[in-house]
């Protein structure tokens, strides 16, 4: 159909050609903006050239071979129903025009025919569709701008619920603030996970997203008294409101979603899909509760796998009692301090041994631990904005649907930077003092000189001397004090071994002249010191 501006089309129907041609002729086309797009001669030629020419206007003759005028209108009025019909009558045929009124026509026309009269009557079907058009294009309008702002009502009520903890919205709230139509019952939150690989980039997810919010949307708007989804990072969340009778049947409703679009991964390529369910909350005030327990449920998938319903609210385990980041960020300074990425590698694989040995460790509990892994791994690093690279390493994680997965992360950060500083400081005023430092790791509990040092790493013991303090502020031999002490601590703090085997692990043979350097290094004898921190 064209628009209210555009041309209209008129259609002539009548089994005398001469009064086609008149017709024709009196229709002052450029005035009325309208053309004759087709001409008929008999009912049946007039119904075809109505199907495939779709016109605005007809004007037809009463009576006609084939279809009857009457038989036509009725027929065309079936597939279209707002073509205005201008119907051609003699007075002996009159009582047939009152009947075709019935049928929806537009205005009838006496013969013989009027140029003034036709004008005029198409003139006022003319402004009757226009007006029609205008009318119809406003109120689609209204119903765009009506549905524009109820989907950001809705956007806006699941940011609230996902960013404001501690909100209990009332009924009257949902109803009136946010246009829902919910009732007493049950509120339950909901996530559906996307995870997959980097190469299916954002306009990929979007687009997985968008079709598990039409399948979700599909299975619900018949089954709940309302339905709210919205697409938030790499999830679909949001909440329903039901009958508590029904709890069962949303349970399945889900599992057979989340089915479906596991048959359907072919098609998305490299995607796993998994679902969580909040607790079922008895009154609209514990909707927040529940999405925010689908939030953290979802995390179970990274150690029980994807393509599950979750349900289970987790509880804390005993994680953070093995300190894991202190061990952590042991390793991995060192490792940055002889800029070794097997080293870091090392420090990442300690920390998933240890977490997989923690008794119903949860998911929530693996992705901080990581996150704070990765921060406190950029704050030991030069990174031009700390901020920015975190936030890219989590954009990575959000996709990521394993603990594995996520640490492989972690490792691929660790050997970036590491990578990229052993090529600043790869300049042979820094190279040398680098392979000094990592054969002293390897060897100070052995009676190691500096000169056997600067042999290792090709330099005279002298050039060596003066090299080592220029880099590292302090003399060889200071270092290498600084170095035992340090693993003297550990053993003191960490382990039961008697003082004087630690004296021998750390290179020293004389008791005597370890504790005295001990002391002298921390303050305290190593007796003191394992009481004090052991």
Known sequence: M?????TLKVMIADDEERICQLIEALIDCDALRMEVVGVAHNGLEACELVERLTPDILITDIRMPGYSGLELIEKVKESEENLEIIIISGYAHFAYAQTAIKFGVGDYLLKPINKEELTGTLQKLGERIRDGRRQAEDRRRIQQKSEADIRLFRTNLLNRLTEEPAWKPSLEELREKYYLHVEEGIFQGFLIKVDCDGE??????????GKVQSILEN???????????????????????????RTEEIRRIFRDCLNQLESEKGIFGPVMFTAALGNAAKDAGGLTESVGQAALIIEDRLLRGTG???????????????????????????AIEVMSVE???????????????????R???????????????????DVKNRAEAFKEFEQRCSVCGSMDELLARLTALQTEYVEE????????????????????????????????????????????????????????AKYLIGVRMEQAKILLRETNIPVSKICQQVGYNDLKHFTHTFEKTTGVKPTVYRKMYG
Do not use: W
């Open 363 to 381: 998911g929530f509990e693996v992705r901080e631990l990581i996150y704070s892994a990765a921060r406190l791994f950029l704050s030991q690093v």
């Open 421 to 476: 500083m052993c090529q600043k400081r790869e300049a042979d005023t820094v190279r040398p003092i680098r392979m000094a430092k990592q054969y002293i790791q390897n060897h100070y509990s052995e009676p190691i000189t500096q000169e056997e040092v600067s042999g290792a790493v090709g330099l005279s013991a002298a050039y060596f001397s003066v090299l080592f303090k220029k880099v590292e502020g302090e003399g060889f």
């Open 343 to 361: 080293e870091a590698e090392e420090a990442a694989a300690q920390m998933r041994q240890t977490i997989l040995e923690v008794r119903d460790v």
């Open 219 to 245: 299975s619900f708007r018949s089954r709940c008294r309302e339905f709210v989804a919205g697409i938030k990072g790499s999830g679909c969340i949001g909440f329903l409101n039901y009958e508590s009778e």
């Open 308 to 334: 599950k319903l979750l349900e289970r609210v987790p509880a804390a385990s005993a994680i953070h009692e093995q300190n894991i980041l202190e061990k952590y960020v042991r390793q991995i300074v060192h």
């Open 2 to 6: 064209n628009e209210y501006g555009e």
């Open 200 to 209: 299916i980039g954002r306009a990929g997810i979007d687009l997985i997203l």
